[in-house]
């Protein structure tokens, strides 16, 4: 995930991240996987408060395992995103140089 808060941050978006499941995980060493079965559990999930001026953050949960990341913009009745900011997140995002 410091990739995408070194994205985000370079485009002049701040972070906050929120949650982090490694630093969880650190009590329960050696547990394996109850989704994946690897041992010991290589899943990791992040959640992210990403801002931009005075709007609304936006919160952008990460998922991943076996060394893929799946990014997804939080957008529900109870907590929508404002779509200037989700735009300003994927411009960051896409147009990264992992992606070239």
Known sequence: MDWVDRELTATGLQTLRTFDTQGAQKFNAGCPCPYHGTDPCDCQMVVMLVYQGSRHPASLVAHGHNDRT????????QQHSDPHLEAAIRQALCHSSLFL
């Open 70 to 77: 799946w990014l997804f913009i939080v957008d529900t009745p």
